[in-house]
């Protein structure tokens, strides 16, 4: 029986982007929300080229990166432990997966939908992150308000 996984508690996410087929992604060694990562990736990072150099430089300060995940369902397997046939994809703590493809940033929390980062994290804040330090900042300065 399939069951569902849930991805509520986890914070840590990978970020790749789609190339002939295959997908190249990193963890990022920042923890930070989804949402935060959303909007540092659409303000900071649009495009495919811009996408390239995130994943395949230092400034998403990778803990793990992989360089061919077969397809975009064997990157979706990272998440999806119950329908996979790539074991070795399988990252039990990761719960929110970035993906540059179709020209856009798409996001899944269960390694098989895809949907466009921009519906899925409405942005109302009319701030504009140019860089990690940025996102960072504005994420720990949201925690103290609520704290």
């Known amino acids: ?6 991805n509520t508690n986890k914070t840590e996410s990978m ?3 789609l190339d002939n087929g295959t997908v190249v992604a990193v963890e990022s060694g920042w923890r930070i929300k989804p949402e935060t990562l959303a909007k540092l990736l659409m303000d900071r990072f649009p495009t495919k080229a811009d996408a390239v150099t995130a994943v395949d430089s230092a400034i998403l300060v990778p803990v ?3 360089d061919n995940y077969e397809s975009l369902d064997g990157y979706g ?5 119950n329908l996979n046939f790539f074991k070795e ?3 039990k703590h990761i719960g ?5 493809m179709t020209g856009i940033w798409k996001y899944s929390n269960d390694g098989i939908s895809w949907d466009p980062i921009s519906e899925m994290f409405k ?3 009319g701030v504009k992150f ?4 940025d996102a960072l900042e504005s994420q720990d300065a949201l925690a103290r308000e609520v704290a």
């Open 1 to 6: 029986m399939y069951k569902k996984i849930d």
């Open 15 to 17: 970020v790749g982007y």
């Open 64 to 66: 793990f990166k992989k």
């Open 77 to 81: 397997d990272v998440l999806e432990h």
């Open 89 to 91: 994809n399988i990252r």
């Open 96 to 100: 929110h997966l970035f993906c540059h």
């Open 123 to 125: 942005d109302l804040s």
């Open 130 to 133: 140019e860089g990690v330090r």
